[in-house]
């Protein structure tokens, strides 16, 4: 029995000995105690919509348990920041407890009240850790922007915007059949991942290179703010007319610009001139049946950069598409597909189709293409397909297309193309490149730069080397 009371004695002390050592916290002033950031940063955060959620950790370092006797947002309650201190959403908590060689999460958004200011600003606080007698703080930090702010609106009338402050559309924007939108240079547009910009009237938008028109996702923390498909594009429906885009920056979205049906006027029923279209998910620009004339353009790394289905009447002069394999797309269809036919469910449709590119350069590099021009001739409709002085990329000359005075397969020598460092530079690096001073004359007279083309003959493409 004697025994049998030692052997209970010993085990429960051990038990005693083992739980004090597995619940003893570190309690020295040298206690090791990290954080994954010392400043959180959040980009430009809209007015009145918040932030997405960012996060950080705080690891101790010890083999012994480490009670943090508070973790506070400095500002509290009433600042523009908001902490959730593992899983609770307080700002200020005591006696936080980290067990041995261990971490928790501090989750922290940002919503930035309206102000007057148009300009950016930045929002500050701090996160305070205190622990065994010592302070540690994670600065917190927001850049924060007023805007204006339209969740399916429609546009009505004569309406000509401000650049004072950046637009953000969220759900939709439709400009109605007998309205006429006006962006003036400088303005900057921001859409959700579920708002197209819809045209059912007209859109007038007049930037200047020194201002140019942005349109382009809301989402601009990292990685989000270079991701194609981030919001829907712009449609140029039925009714549509008289659309005329000069300056615009069209970025990262899923089909940047849709033109669709023939034009109701005998104008074209979209001019696009000295305009970037640019890692669009699925198309850069699309013209189903319709009138489209492009005028130094650059349509770069889009799924297709230029799609024309159904026929309609289209003349594009001084354009560069071109597109790279990159993180974000893989290069597997040419960068101009042009047809007079489209197939849906009800069948196979044709119409007819004219279409001319002069001065125009086609090229790709680092995917499964092998001729970046193709043209698809179906039925007996008016069909006529031009490439005149234009420099592109095939293994096979496009059928049923007439070509004159063109190169191909000649690398155009762009600038710079750095794929890893998401940096492409669609210039012409140098005075020998093969399209120097290659194209027709044209009533062209400035390039995407608004610089002067040269005196003689144009060089290809978008950009004029000086």
């Given amino acids: 029995m004697k025994q049998h009371s030692l052997l209970l004695i010993a085990i429960l002390t051990l038990g005693l000995l083992y739980s004090c050592k597995k619940e003893s916290f570190i309690s020295s002033a040298d206690a090791r105690l990290l954080t994954s950031v010392d400043t959180l940063k959040f980009d430009t955060v809209f007015t009145s919509t918040g932030s997405v959620t960012r996060s950080f ?40 407890e ?35 007698g010592n302070q540690r703080f994670v600065q917190l930090q927001a850049f924060g922007q007023n805007a204006v702010f339209l969740q399916n609106a429609v546009i009505h009338g004569n ?3 401000t650049n004072t402050r950046p637009y953000v559309i969220l759900g939709s924007l439709r400009v109605d059949t007998t309205a006429v939108l006006t962006i003036p240079a400088g303005t900057k547009i921001f859409a959700h991942a579920n708002a197209p910009v819809i045209v059912d009237g007209s859109l007038l938008v007049n930037g200047t290179k020194a201002a140019p028109v942005i349109f382009t996702g809301d989402r601009l923390d990292e990685p989000y703010k270079d991701f194609p498909g981030s919001w829907p594009g712009i449609y140029f429906r039925g009714q549509s007319r008289d659309n005329n885009i000069r300056f615009a920056e069209i970025r990262n979205a899923y089909q ?10 005998g104008q074209p029923k979209l001019i696009l001139r000295q305009s970037i279209i640019d890692n669009a998910y699925d198309a850069g620009l699309i013209g189903f049946n319709t009138s489209i004339r492009g ?51 009800s069948g196979n449709f044709v119409a007819d189709l004219t279409a001319s590119f002069t001065n125009c350069i086609f090229w790709g590099e680092n995917g499964t293409v092998d001729n970046e021009l193709q043209v698809n001739k179906q039925g007996n409709t008016i069909f006529s397909v031009t490439l005149t002085n234009c420099l592109y990329k095939a293994v096979a000359d496009p059928a049923n297309t007439v070509i004159t ?57 978008c950009y004029e080397k000086q």
Avoid at 430 to 441: E, F, Y
Wanted: net charge negative; hydrophobic share 40%; charged share 15%.
């Fill in 57 to 96: 950790k705080i690891i101790n370092d010890n083999s012994q348990q480490l009670r943090l006797s508070e973790v506070k947002l400095m500002g509290g309650a009433t600042s523009a920041f908001k902490i959730n201190i593992n899983g609770i959403a307080v700002p200020q908590l005591n006696d936080v």
């Fill in 98 to 132: 980290i067990a041995a060689n261990d971490s928790i999460y501090i989750f922290v958004s940002v919503t930035v009240n309206p102000t007057t200011a148009n300009l950016p600003f930045i929002i500050s606080d701090s996160i305070r850790i205190s622990y065994n």
């Fill in 159 to 161: 309406t000509t915007w």
């Fill in 256 to 265: 940047a610009i849709v033109v669709q049906q023939p034009s109701v006027n």
């Fill in 295 to 345: 005028e130094n353009l650059l349509i770069s790394n889009c799924s297709k950069n230029i799609l024309i289905e159904l026929g309609g009447n289209y003349q594009f002069s001084h354009c560069t598409a071109a597109t790279y394999s990159n993180a974000y797309l893989l290069h597997k269809t040419p960068v101009a597909y042009i047809s007079n036919a489209t197939e849906v469910s």
């Fill in 405 to 461: 005075g063109s190169l191909k397969n000649l690398p155009p020598m762009f600038d710079s193309i750095d794929v890893n460092h998401k940096y492409f530079n669609f210039h012409t690096s140098s005075a020998t490149a093969p399209g120097i001073n290659k194209g027709i004359a044209t009533a062209l007279l400035k390039d995407l730069d608004d610089a002067n083309r040269n005196v003689g003959l144009p060089d290809l493409g």
